[in-house]
T-cell receptor, first 117, second 113 residues
Framework: DVKVTQSSRYLVKRTGEKVFLECVQD?????MFWYRQDPGLGLRLIYF???????EKGDIPEGYSVSREKKERFSLILESASTNQTSMYLC????????????????FGPGTRLTVL | DQQVKQNSPSLSVQEGRISILNCDYT??????FLWYKKYPAEGPTFLIS?????DKNEDGRFTVFLNKSAKHLSLHIVPSQPGDSAVYFC????????????FGTGTSLTVIP
């Protein structure tokens, strides 16, 4: 079974703090994703990565950065947390290489509920 | 701009009856569609998928129907069970987009015992 783990289930931070959210997958997947889930807005893609040291912006990258130094680990960084970044953050991975394959499902971690005060 | 839409934020169904969850999309390039189920405080889990070359896919109590001309898909759950109570997301992707998936806003299903 694919396992995607996230470093924290719940996190409370102060405005202006630098925040690191870690995600690790154990299936040697190439692609990894960070989403945020907000009521009425569904899942919105922040960043994704299709290989080590590669990253692509999703739909809402502003205020975030990412790091992929190892294949199994994908980190989401909030350089200076703000209250509008209070959300549920979900990490996902798939095993397909880049390009035209669109027949793989995404495996999600349990999520990190981040509150910025 | 929301490319995948779920217009019903919530749905209540009696146990044993059919649940029908709907999803509409705008991008005609989408060729693969999925449904995910999400319980509170957990990540979404994959439920069922359908490729654009099909119009129906069945897996036990779950059936997904795809109407490409209407850009509409639906998930049928028969019979509905209390354990099906969750938020359901539909998602879509298109070839050549690097496996980027576009998600709907979710429908919260409550199955009443």
């Amino acid at each position: 079974d694919v396992k995607v783990t996230q470093s924290s289930r719940y996190l409370v931070k102060r405005t202006g703090e630098k925040v690191f959210l870690e995600c690790v997958q154990d299936m040697d997947h190439e692609n990894m994703f960070w989403y945020r889930q907000d009521p009425g807005l569904g899942l919105r893609l922040i960043y994704f990565s299709y290989d080590v040291k590669m990253k692509e912006k999703g739909d809402i990258p502003e205020g975030y950065s990412v790091s992929r130094e190892k294949k199994e680990r994908f980190s989401l960084i909030l350089e200076s947390a703000s209250t509008n970044q209070t959300s549920m953050y979900l990490c996902a991975s798939t095993g397909t290489g880049i390009g035209l394959r669109s027949t793989d499902t995404q495996y999600f971690g349990p999520g990190t509920r981040l509150t910025v005060l | 701009d929301q490319q995948v839409k779920q217009n019903s934020p919530s749905l209540s169904v009696q146990e044993g009856r059919i649940s029908i969850l709907n999803c509409d999309y705008t991008n005609s390039m989408f060729d693969y569609f999925l449904w995910y189920k999400k319980y509170p405080a957990e990540g979404p889990t994959f439920l069922i998928s359908i490729s654009s070359i099909k119009d129906k896919n069945e897996d036990g109590r779950f059936t997904v129907f795809l109407n490409k001309s209407a850009k509409h898909l639906s998930l049928h759950i028969v019979p509905s069970q209390p354990g099906d109570s969750a938020v359901y997301f539909c998602a879509a992707s298109a070839r050549g987009t690097g496996n980027q998936f576009y998600f709907g806003t979710g429908t919260s299903l409550t199955v009443i015992p």
